[in-house]
């Protein structure tokens, strides 16, 4: 690693920090995959042992310590300034005091990926980065092997997807897919449950399956999951609700349905 002390944030080198939105971040190296950025000390980590590799890093003198532990064997330049400078940074008070710029992974192929899953889940543009993080981390909990996003979706890279799921993000096999993927699920074998409010849906507490091989959708915050992947699904299912409310927020009531559908609780 080779460490650099800066005062001067605006020098071309740290543009992906500071003057670069995440789109434009995600595209360097086009046509080959792009870069992230990654942020805290506990989701650098889990990135790293995913193997991911890492370009460069920026973080607070007071944090140097932390980064030449996880990362040190890595020939990085790494960017150390004052706190007073770091301020500066757009979002520097949710970093944790340290940024690290990622090279991105192909995406993995779905077949591969549903040839070595038994559990899955389908976000059908969820477009909130929040919700998509919190959504990975139950998965990642309760027993999801894999993610499967519709391109509509939030990208599982940006920084408060992969901040939010605690670096859950990095632990499971995830790809984005079109609109055939209840089909693709059901030619493997997989069960498919719809969480969507609808007049046919069975409540979550009295369905049953004697089926492994599962997976449970998901949809988006305002219009909920599309009509032609609710057709395909298997099951459209309900939690049960009380004191006159209709639903939960998209990330809670995955981890319900998580723990009620993929979970192994025997």
Partial sequence: MKMIQTADLEIPELKIYTRLNERQVKTIFE????????????????????????????????????????????DIPVY??????????????????ILMAMRRKPLRDVEDILRHSERIVVLDDVENPTNVGAIFRSAAALGADAV???AGC?????R?????????????AWTFVDGTVVEKLKARGFET?????????????EISSCVFRKAVILGNEDHGIS?????????????????????????????????EILSDRD
């Avoid at 992230?36 to 890492?54: D, H, M, N, T, W």
């Avoid at 770091?86 to 970093?95: D, P």
């Avoid at 408060?160 to 499971?172: D, K, L, N, P, T």
């Fill in 31 to 74: 046509p080959d995959e792009g870069v992230f950025i990654c942020e805290s000390e506990k989701v650098i980590g889990r990135a790293l042992k995913a193997g991911y590799e890492p370009l460069s890093a920026l973080c607070e003198e007071s944090r140097l310590a932390e980064v030449q532990a996880m990362a040190g064997q890595y």
């Fill in 80 to 97: 150390a300034a004052a706190y007073d400078r770091m301020r500066s940074v757009t979002g520097y008070s949710l970093t944790g005091g």
């Fill in 148 to 150: 499967l996003l519709t």
């Fill in 154 to 158: 939030a990208d599982p890279l940006y």
């Fill in 160 to 172: 408060r997807a992969a901040r939010v799921s605690m670096g859950s993000v990095f632990q499971i």
């Fill in 193 to 205: 449950f719809a969480l969507a409010l609808a007049e046919n849906a069975e409540k979550l507490d």
């Fill in 227 to 259: 009509d032609r992947i609710l057709a395909d699904c298997d099951h459209c299912v309900m939690i049960p609700m009380q004191n006159g409310v209709d639903s939960l927020n998209v990330a809670a009531a995955s981890a319900v349905a998580f723990w």
